[in-house]
């Protein structure tokens, strides 16, 4: 895994939309070539991750648990799962960075629906509603 930048969460929608290693306050995003643990991902979610981390991807984690991914062909998955209070927000911080950046690293993607996909994250993205 690459070396991670110290941030606040609340700065972290800039490191996620680049795709950029952090660790913040239980909110961590990493590059990753290989298997992830699923934490608390529910099983539907885990397949769409293993794939997304083979050849290379990007997760982010709330505690030990991915919320969302990027993967070169897929680009990113956030799947629409509820956790506790303190997920839910690292969540939202994760949808705010991908509904703000428009273009992340130079190329125009999008979340890709992946499982469970949230409807909000594609509405908002363009995709339904």
Excluded at 15 to 29: D, K, Q, S, V
Excluded at 55 to 68: D, E, K, M, Q
Excluded at 80 to 86: A, C, F, I, L, Q
Aim: aromatic letters at 6%.
């Amino acid at each position: 895994m690459a070396r991670q930048q110290h941030t606040a969460n609340r700065s972290a929608g800039a490191l996620i939309a680049e795709r950029i290693p952090f660790r913040g306050h239980n909110l961590t995003g990493d590059a990753v070539d290989g298997p992830v643990s699923p934490g608390r991902l529910p099983a539907e979610c885990v397949d769409s991750l293993r794939e997304a981390t083979t050849g290379g991807g990007y997760v982010v984690f709330s505690y030990a648990t991915p919320i969302a991914w990027w993967s070169p062909g897929a680009g990113w998955t956030v799947p629409e799962v509820r956790y506790s209070v303190t997920t839910c927000r690292h969540q939202a911080i994760v949808r705010r960075a991908l509904a703000t950046a428009g273009d992340i690293c130079g190329r125009s993607e999008r979340p890709t629906p992946g499982p469970a996909m949230t409807p909000v994250l594609a509405g908002v993205l363009g995709g339904g509603r």
